[in-house]
């Protein structure tokens, strides 16, 4: 039996596959044109214009950035050019689509910040139009490590690194259980991680268990508190929401365990590298690149200045030129007169990890 409306189908999907492989085609030449206005706007422009994207309530970030900017600026500028800073507050769930926008506004010769658990899908947006990428805050290895990136720069150590520094200050703490808490917008590669460098360095992870609200946490943790194990500390993996209170339900909790966070806002100032003592049960911890302020603003700060010397370096302010001087391994001057690289992969080196007592009282 003859099914002529199986022909009209078949050419119907046909036409819907061309369709879309014609709409890729004129994407990648979108792509190409938005880099090349790119380039070409860098070349002749009288500012040097910078977005620096940030959580709605997180000034932090900015201040830093603003700060490096008006310092650069009191100075001459680069080769002449002053720097323009402009912020752009987002909430999470609309980075990708700033991230798109921005990448297709070619007067920005680079973008500062995103969160860690978007800045992968921001750098995809990037690379496509060279827009140079300095994350602050993303440790995902893969952020440097996707084909083709080239413009794309990480500002903090990785998620390998941050696992080293907790498994050596649980270690020296002599503390032998842990349990790992973590939301759920955290990459299970980085809950990997860290098991893996725990369990390397011979200590036994109790529990590992997501969350997303404070009323999951205190469920979860009233588990854990009728449970005959005994475990030394809790890490909390990943951006924390409402952090101060998740510390608050911890500490409350019958073992009382040390408590590490990675949720850079909860950092005190320090003045102690993480082996210079232990780690208390029934205090929070939290660890941090920088000592002596606020992280965020320290990591903004870095950022703009990391690029005005590179610059200044590269003779040019086309993206993949200056993208080209921090892949080289020249040192960059950062904040209190300390040198740092990067690899050629675009990852910080040269960055001390701290441990200091966490904000609890936010």
């Known amino acids: ?59 932090m970030l900015w201040n830093g950035a603003r700060d490096a900017a008006a310092r650069v600026n009191a100075a001459g500028g680069v080769r002449g050019r002053k720097l323009r800073v402009e912020r752009f507050r987002v909430d999470p769930r609309d980075e990708g689509a700033r991230a798109r926008m921005l990448a297709r506004t070619p007067r920005f010769v680079a973008v500062i910040g995103h969160s860690a658990a978007h800045a992968k899908e921001a750098a995809v947006s990037y690379e496509a139009t ?27 150590p990785d998620d390998q690194a941050v696992a080293r520094a907790i498994a050596a200050a649980l270690r020296i703490s002599a503390i032998e259980s842990v349990g790992i808490l973590y939301t759920r917008a955290t990459a299970s590669t980085d ?12 200590l036994d992870v109790a529990f590992t268990h997501p969350y997303d609200s404070i009323q999951e946490l205190r469920l979860t943790m009233l588990r854990q508190d009728s449970l005959a194990q005994t475990y030394g500390a809790v890490v909390l993996l990943g951006e924390v929401p409402s952090a101060s209170a998740v510390l608050a339900r911890l500490r409350a909790t019958r073992m009382r365990p040390a408590i590490l966070t990675t949720s850079p806002e909860l950092a005190a100032p320090c003045v102690a590298p993480p082996t ?21 603003a320290a990591h903004g700060y870095e950022a703009v200045s990391v690029l ?3 610059i200044a370096r590269a003779e040019s302010p086309a993206p993949t030129d200056v993208a080209a001087v921090i892949r080289s391994g020249a040192l960059f001057e950062s904040i209190g007169g300390k040198l740092i690289s990067f690899t050629p992969n675009g990852d910080v080196e040269g960055k001390q990890l701290f441990i200091t007592s966490a904000r609890t009282n936010r």
């Not at 090349?36 to 959580?55: D, G, N, S």
């Open 191 to 202: 809950v990997e991680r860290l098991i893996g460098e725990l369990l390397a360095a011979d």
């Open 130 to 156: 060279d827009t140079l990428f300095l994350a602050t805050s993303a440790t995902d290895p893969r952020l440097t490590r996707f084909a083709g990136a080239r413009v794309v720069t990480r500002l903090v």
């Open 276 to 296: 210079s003592g232990r780690l208390q049960r029934g205090h929070a911890y939290a660890i941090t690149t920088f000592c002596g302020g606020d992280a965020r």
């Open 308 to 310: 005005a010397q590179a």
């Open 1 to 59: 039996m003859r099914r002529p409306w199986l022909g009209w189908f078949l050419a119907f999907v046909l036409a819907l596959v061309l369709l879309e492989l014609l709409r890729a085609n004129a994407d990648d030449a979108d792509y190409i044109d938005l880099a090349q206005q790119r380039y070409a706007h860098a070349q002749r422009a009288k500012e040097l214009e910078i977005a620096v994207v940030t959580a709605a309530g997180e000034d």
